[in-house]
């Protein structure tokens, strides 16, 4: 009973305080007139009026916009006020799946552990050494990104699908974990596709490394990916098909070259810890969350460095927004892992690896701060 007590008590503090920050900092991004707030916030919101109001007015992912003006149909709320309250509610929502994972893999640590490993996995941002590149998020990228509202709202259920999909491939007679699985994908799919098109290839290479060709395993792959796939077409032939749109094109390391001096040292900076970790405890590659995760951050790599969509979205690098979501995974689990085996770990190897995730950690802190403060998120340096 003591137990559940904590484990709500923490669970609605971490929720209450992500909602918070996230709620605010929309309201402030939709209503501060200096313009110091830079997101897509704004852009969403046009795009939801044009959804709503003009004919024929296509969005491929428009779970935000719908669940952002029927929030202020029921509850009579200006339409910026319902952007805040549902862009925080995503947010609570995927830091509430965060810390019921955390305490499901420290079920057997200090109850406080779970508390500690949700707040830094929320929070944590890339590696930064001021003597190469003072920015912190251009080029590096971030596992937690803090001026786009599409993917505060995939996340919660990229994170369930993740999660479901392991579960029923290790276990594999829980028929509840592969409905949760397909439905949660599917939802993903009309909140970003940036997570289905990584996980998929990932899944697939994930089965045939490890050699699960059961019956069940094969037939869930085959139903996530076919109606994973007949959805992306469809988005496709919609928001690409038209007269006048803008393409993908093949440009191998065009866009990343936009914001990275060296891309080899950007992803090392990006993924200094799990790079660290995985370096120096090579054993945690055969967690299977770990595992799916780095097949998901080598696809997000790929895609970013090889693919951009051509015209005035050039420059936004949309394909780097699976690399994100993937980076967002691998830290997680990376962290988790880390927590849960850190006795285990010869110190020499903690004495390493420890000051490296208080380094990121203090670095996300220090991001989200300026952020809050109205720093241009692309740009924000330690030195200010």
């Known amino acids: 009973m003591k137990n559940k007590k904590v484990f709500w008590i923490q669970l609605l503090f971490l929720s209450g305080i992500s909602f ?11 209503n501060d007139n200096s313009g110091r707030y830079m997101s897509d916030s704004f852009a969403h919101l046009v795009f939801l009026y044009r959804y709503f109001y003009t004919p024929d007015y296509y969005i491929p992912h428009p779970l935000w916009h719908i669940s952002t003006f029927y929030l202020a149909r029921i509850f009579h709320m200006g339409i910026e006020e319902a952007a805040s309250i549902s862009s925080g509610l995503f947010m609570a929502l995927w830091t509430a799946l965060v810390y019921c994972i955390s305490v499901y ?11 500690l490993t949700t707040f830094i996995a929320i929070t944590i ?21 803090w001026h786009n509202v599409t993917l505060w709202t995939v996340k919660p259920f990229a994170l369930l699908s993740f999660w ?35 996980f998929l290839p990932s899944l697939a290479t994930y089965m045939l490394l490890n050699r699960n060709f059961h019956k069940r395993s094969l037939f869930y792959f085959f139903a996530l990916s076919t109606t994973s796939i007949f959805i992306l077409i469809y988005q496709y032939i919609h928001t690409f098909g038209k007269k006048g749109a803008s393409h993908i094109i093949l440009d191998p390391l065009g866009v990343w070259s936009l914001s990275s001096q060296n891309i ?15 370096f120096l405890e090579s054993r945690i590659i055969r967690r299977a969350e770990i595992q799916l995760s780095w097949l998901m951050v080598f696809f997000g790599i790929l895609y970013y460095a090889l693919f951009a969509q051509s015209g005035k979205y050039y420059s936004h690098g949309n394909f780097g927004w699976s690399y994100m979501i993937a980076m967002s995974f691998l830290y997680l689990f990376t962290i ?49």
């Open 264 to 278: 080899t040292v950007s992803i090392l900076l990006g993924l200094a810890f799990p790079i660290s970790f995985t």
């Open 164 to 198: 479901y999909t392991i579960r029923f491939l290790e276990k594999t007679n829980y028929f509840r974990f592969a409905i949760i699985g397909i439905v949660s994908t599917i939802i993903s799919l009309f909140a970003k596709p940036s997570y289905v098109i990584v």
């Open 105 to 115: 893999e420290l079920r057997d640590r200090s109850r406080l552990l779970p508390l």
């Open 336 to 384: 988790i892992e880390y927590v849960r085996i850190y006795f285990k770990i010869k110190e020499w190897k903690r004495c390493i690896l420890s000051p490296l995730l208080g380094i990121q950690a203090v670095t996300g802190i220090y991001y989200l701060l300026k952020v809050l403060q109205g720093q241009n998120p692309l740009y924000i340096s330690i030195f200010f």
């Open 125 to 145: 941002g890339p590696l930064c050494i001021p003597w190469y590149n003072r920015i912190i998020f251009l080029g590096q990228g971030s596992p937690n990104i």
């Open 20 to 30: 918070s920050i996230v709620s605010y900092l929309v309201y402030l991004q939709l």
